[in-house]
């Protein structure tokens, strides 16, 4: 074990650790990071190493552009201009092999000293001159695990996995303030075999989301047997979203975990980029515990009808043994006929609370959004899906909502093993 100090690392928060530590990371082994504050720019590292960060140890982001990787340090960077973000990452990890992160301590990305978050509190770009890209960046790389540390205060994305195999995600404490703009907690880009267990995350984006894209150099993009457990999510958006890109998601368990305060739990969507859409299949989730404006949101067009025909489908999708309490019902809304299909709802029970702040859904031909702020006049919307299945499910409303009805079916094919629907259960 090598530890940081013995290199020259002072640990006080201000002196700049970068040289120091990253000639440790070269030596290979494991990496000692004792009590202290490392002030460090962008990190680089290498194939057979575990960066060990005891309980005290905070790794901390250097606040100044210098001290960065420039955007094309490597050719299959990818900058997302239209986020106000450069191509600049904290620690990098390119096709490396059994490469650790873990410890106690913290790696902590100092976004208060790159810019201020809005004072309005929503998702601006109004205060940001610049700042660096996803935190952590793992591409192209294998035998991975990120244990046992807390990663906070990210610019952008805290971490993101991207065409990475055999990964290993396990009791992260991500947080990030609600209104960081693209705050996302864990992204895992054409990812193959990776178990995502006994975390908690709290960020201004999605916590987790899967994505597809050949943004960052996979000729054809997988994201596949993905397993999510024992885990607790919060977000002002999406606990967990599935779909960015052009290629498959596939083969995703999710269970036994709990959303708590989100905006949806669980957003699937076929198309978030005009011109690229992906196939999202053949996946299950179940024994969650949802609290959310909205459970369940599944979408041929992330931005509505505007961005045209999809050429892929959602299908095979399995959610059971689920309980929520939201405040709008779930959107099941596909572009065409049979673009959405085969989704199951088994032992799904819902408790519908009424909130300030939406609307309520008439328009039989309203362009639905993920982020659409109408409540439908129904537990289910329905429109342009196909094979769509009910069995053992319950809607409990909290409040008297007259002519409601449990689903409305537009262009769909439903059948009905057994919904029950409740209205006005407050008054018993």
């Known amino acids: 074990m090598t530890d940081v100090t013995a290199f020259g690392a002072v640990g006080d928060g201000v002196t700049k650790d970068t040289q120091a530590v990253q000639r440790a990371i070269d030596c290979g082994g494991v990496i000692a990071f004792p009590p202290g504050t490392y002030l460090c720019g962008t990190l680089y590292l290498r194939d057979d190493i575990a960066l060990e960060l005891a309980p005290g140890a905070v790794l ?117 303030p609600m209104h960081t703009p693209n705050g996302d907690g864990l992204d895992l880009d054409a990812c193959r075999r990776v178990t995502v267990s006994d975390c908690i995350i709290e960020t201004g984006d999605d916590c987790i989301a899967l994505r597809a894209c050949g943004d960052f150099g996979a000729d054809q993009p997988v994201c596949e047997n993905i397993c999510i457990t024992n885990c607790i999510l919060t977000t002002v958006c999406n606990a967990v979203r599935l779909g960015v890109g052009a290629g498959v998601i596939r083969n995703v368990s999710m269970d036994n975990c709990t959303i708590i305060g989100s905006r949806t739990g669980i957003c699937f969507v076929t198309k978030y980029f005009a011109g690229a859409s992906l196939q999202i299949e053949d996946c299950m989730f179940s024994q969650l515990r949802i609290e959310a404006e909205r459970p369940f949101s599944f979408h041929s067009n992330a931005w509505g009808r505007k961005l045209g025909p999809v050429t892929r489908k959602i299908e095979n999708i399995l959610l059971c043994n689920i309980r929520g309490t939201v405040c709008a019902g779930c959107l099941i809304d596909a572009y065409a006929p049979g673009n959405i299909r085969n989704l199951t709802f088994d032992n799904v029970v819902l408790t519908l609370q009424p909130q300030t702040g939406y609307s309520e859904y008439r328009d039989a031909d309203y362009d639905f959004t993920e982020n659409t702020d109408l409540i439908p006049r129904a537990a289910w919307l329905i429109r342009n899906a196909a094979d769509i299945h009910f069995r053992a499910c319950d809607v409990l409303h909290m409040a008297a909502q007259p002519d409601i009805s449990e689903k409305v079916c537009c262009g769909s094919t439903v059948s009905d093993g057994n919904l029950s629907v409740k209205d006005d259960a407050c008054t018993r």
Not at 104 to 120: K, M, S
Request: charged share 20%; with cysteine.
């Open 60 to 176: 901390l982001a250097s606040p100044d552009q210098a001290d960065y990787n420039t955007d094309d340090f490597a050719p299959d960077n990818h900058v997302y201009e239209m986020e106000c973000v450069t191509g600049a990452h904290f620690i990098i990890a390119r096709n490396c092999h059994n490469v650790t992160i873990r410890g106690g301590g913290r790696i902590d990305g100092n976004r208060a000293a790159i810019y201020d978050l809005p004072a309005a509190q929503v998702c601006s770009y109004e205060t940001i001159s610049w700042r660096p890209g996803q935190m952590i960046f793992f591409q192209h790389s294998s035998n991975i695990t990120i244990a046992d540390v807390e990663l906070t205060n990210s610019p952008y994305w805290n971490c993101f996995l991207y065409n990475c195999t055999d990964v290993q995600i396990r009791g992260l404490r991500i947080k990030n």
